[in-house]
């Protein structure tokens, strides 16, 4: 196979990575997310004949919380987007419903759904001048609900 057909990564930010779109508007670019979890809670019933005790299901679903990072740069214009998304849930109240696409080689793989996506606080890595690691900062979040949908859609 000749070199010019074998795709290449060019930036590592940008053809692997994690988006948040927002009303079908790109938000932000993010490193990770952690913590997309849902589970159900079980009731028991005991048979007194037996001694045995059975678990059922409440049918109620509850999703986990979700952390969102993010490498802050401030040339990039993500960075005052997504500021305005986290101030105005935060300090508003808003709740916001979008996606969460990963990206691999620039074509997307995976995507979450989400609704209702509270922003619980904005964390900051240690403020040392001497560190000259990336400045990443850590968003948890509460979701109401989220599922996962096929990439290409």
């Known amino acids: 196979m000749p070199l010019e057909a074998i795709e290449t990564p060019k930036d590592i930010l940008t053809t692997n990575q994690w988006t948040m779109e927002i009303d079908g508007q790109r938000i932000a670019s993010l490193s990770s ?17 037996t001694g045995i005790t059975y678990n059922f299901t409440n049918q109620k679903v509850t999703f986990g919380d979700v952390t969102l990072t ?14 305005d998304f986290v101030d105005g849930s935060m300090v508003e109240g808003t709740k916001y419903n979008g996606q969460l696409i990963k990206y691999h080689f620039r074509k997307p793989i995976f995507r979450i759904v989400f609704f209702g996506m509270l922003f619980k606080g904005e964390n900051y890595p240690s403020l040392d001048k001497g560190s000259s690691g990336p400045f990443v900062v850590t968003y948890p979040c509460s979701v109401d609900f989220w599922e996962e949908l096929p990439a290409s859609l």
């Open 33 to 49: 997310i952690t913590g997309p979890t849902r589970a159900v809670g079980s009731i028991p019933r005991s048979d007194g004949g």
């Open 70 to 83: 993010r490498q802050r740069d401030p040339k990039d214009p993500w960075d005052s987007k997504l500021k």
